[in-house]
């Protein structure tokens, strides 16, 4: 069932694109079935799913963290998250920029942008980003590395609409490449895209899609 799942979609994926597999909710057998076809790359929204899941897979899973993420959560993950999507705000910035200077290590992440109508969904808007990325402790930050941007659409059968705001949040990581990471290689990642709607994200410039009741089933 995974593997066919997973040959389906990876057939589909562009070789720039990476499948980050959405494991929330899902027992690990599932997820070991789903790295014995060569899986990699994992996604999960909470804390402590990402602590109890951790252990018992193989060391070279990637575990991509894509929830909200509390700020009193961070020091439990920091050390075993890959890439973090959901850098949604300021006063995250700045627990996991002390969090990692204290493992003296450097963490990647992506600037979550709030693409979609629901006011439930989190991330900031462009004013905000532009904001945050002329501050001075950003600017004076050394142990968080910005790759990328995030974004969830809409959830709406309006297929018009999500192109919309997926061509948006491309347009939002064409401009922060040129007037703020010009001169960095590792700002490359545009994570959107999920179950409903990955062919047109990618479409749309995505390189890294998060997928998951395609490939483990409703939730
Ligand atoms: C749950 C989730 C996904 C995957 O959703 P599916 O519709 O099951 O593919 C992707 N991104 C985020 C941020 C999620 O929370």
């Given at each position: 069932m995974i593997a066919s799942n997973?040959?389906?979609?990876?057939?589909?994926l562009p070789a720039h694109v990476t499948l980050v597999a959405v494991s929330k909710t899902k027992?690990?057998?599932?997820?070991?079935?789903?790295?014995?076809?060569?899986?990699?790359?994992?996604?999960?929204?909470?804390?402590?799913?990402?602590?109890?899941?951790?252990?018992?897979?193989?060391?070279?899973?990637?575990?991509?963290?894509?929830?909200?993420l509390q700020t009193n959560k961070v020091r439990q993950v920091i050390d075993k998250v890959h890439l973090i999507h959901s850098m949604d705000r300021e006063s995250l910035?700045?627990?996991?920029?002390?969090?990692?200077?204290?493992?003296?290590?450097?963490?990647?992440?992506?600037?979550?942008?709030?693409?979609?109508?629901?006011?439930?969904?989190?991330?900031?808007?462009?004013?905000?980003?532009?904001?945050?990325?002329?501050?001075?402790?950003y600017k004076s930050a050394s142990h968080v590395r910005i790759v990328g941007v995030m974004g969830m659409a809409t959830f709406t059968e309006n297929l018009a609409q999500v192109q919309l705001e997926f061509e948006t949040l491309k347009s939002y990581y064409d401009t922060l490449k040129q007037d703020f990471f010009m001169d960095s290689d590792e700002f490359r990642v545009i994570s959107m895209g999920m179950s409903g709607d990955?062919?047109?994200?990618?479409?749309?410039?995505?390189?890294?899609?998060?997928?998951?009741?395609?490939?483990?089933?409703?939730?």
């Open positions: 997973l040959n389906r979609i990876l057939k589909e027992p690990l057998a599932l997820l070991q079935e789903a790295y014995n076809c060569g899986q990699r790359d994992f996604g999960e929204n909470k804390a402590q799913e990402i602590l109890d899941k951790f252990e018992h897979l193989p060391k070279d899973t990637r575990w991509h963290f894509i929830g909200h910035f700045v627990e996991l920029e002390k969090q990692a200077g204290k493992l003296n290590r450097i963490v990647d992440v992506l600037l979550q942008f709030h693409i979609a109508e629901e006011e439930t969904k989190h991330g900031f808007s462009w004013d905000e980003a532009v904001t945050f990325l002329n501050c001075e402790f990955y062919e047109i994200a990618i479409a749309c410039g995505s390189n890294m899609v998060r997928v998951g009741s395609a490939i483990f089933g409703e939730r």
